[in-house]
């Protein structure tokens, strides 16, 4: 199992294996330097939507990679680009925030 690295934001303690959180890290490395690739995004684009081809010109800051367990095997379910579990963690680490959904404004509960 991967020891913990800092403190934990949840109660909820998840054990992931090693080798499955190795393949995890090794899928994301891939991911980020095919996504700078050129060649790649020649490939790509011509098959996306025009809002999929979108380049801010920078490194992404939020980016979110889903990935579900079977076994020691990791399965990456989703790529998201605005990392919405953010906030969630955010929540989760400041216990003093407000967490009752009633209390969240309008964009913070079309994130949850």
């Known amino acids: 199992m991967v020891p913990a690295q800092q403190e934990n934001i949840s109660e909820a303690l998840v054990e992931i294996p090693a080798v499955a959180f190795q393949r995890m890290i090794k899928l994301v490395r891939l991911l980020d330097r095919l996504s700078a690739n050129e060649s790649y995004r020649n490939q790509v684009y011509p098959q996306v ?6 380049d801010p010109g920078h490194q992404a800051v939020m980016m979110c990679y889903d990935f579900h367990l079977a076994g020691d095997m990791p399965r990456l379910i989703e790529v ?3 990392a919405g579990g953010s906030l969630l963690a955010y929540l989760a680490h400041d216990p003093s925030l407000p967490v009752a959904p009633e209390s969240l404004d309008a ?6």
């Open 49 to 54: 939507p025009e809002v999929a081809r979108f």
């Open 80 to 82: 998201n680009t605005n």
């Open 107 to 112: 964009k913070q509960k079309s994130r949850l």
